[in-house]
């Protein structure tokens, strides 16, 4: 069982910047990738969009197209937590964000990740 909390969400205005932390209880932290999804406002929980993942084995990073260059994510096994670091934030990163845990391989399905957080709410201003 693993337990995921985020954390770092708010209110920023555009080309600002936040950072995300998904913070995860048990010991075999280091055995799940961990990707970062978003939900827009009105949109349904299968419609969540991948935005970031790292994976298990050698930390490889994955982005959608959209985030690329702005959108850092990195994890620290020690301390059980995954970062995503979001420069030059633009009115259309707007959404709550999720972490979500899978054991091994990374996915950017978000009906293949078995656990995930509650959720922390980003919004960009114009």
């Known amino acids: 069982q693993v337990q995921l909390v985020e954390s770092g969400g708010g209110l920023v205005q555009a080309g600002g910047s936040l950072r995300l932390s998904c913070t995860a209880s048990?010991?075999?932290?280091?055995?799940?990738?961990i990707a970062w999804f978003r939900q827009a406002p009105g949109k349904e929980r299968q419609l969540r969009q991948f935005?970031?993942?790292?994976?298990?084995?050698?930390?490889?990073?994955y982005y959608l197209d959209s985030v690329k260059g702005r959108f850092t994510i990195s994890r620290d096994n020690a301390k059980n937590t995954v970062y995503l670091q979001m420069n030059s934030l633009k009115p259309e990163d707007t959404a709550v964000y999720y972490c979500?845990?899978?054991?091994?391989?990374?996915?950017?399905?978000?009906?293949?990740?078995?656990?995930w957080g509650q959720g922390t709410q980003v919004i960009v201003s114009s």
């Open positions: 935005v970031a993942a790292i994976s298990w084995s050698d930390s490889s990073t």
């Open positions: 048990g010991r075999t932290f280091s055995s799940y990738s």
């Open positions: 979500a845990a899978r054991f091994h391989d990374y996915s950017a399905y978000v009906g293949a990740y078995d656990y």
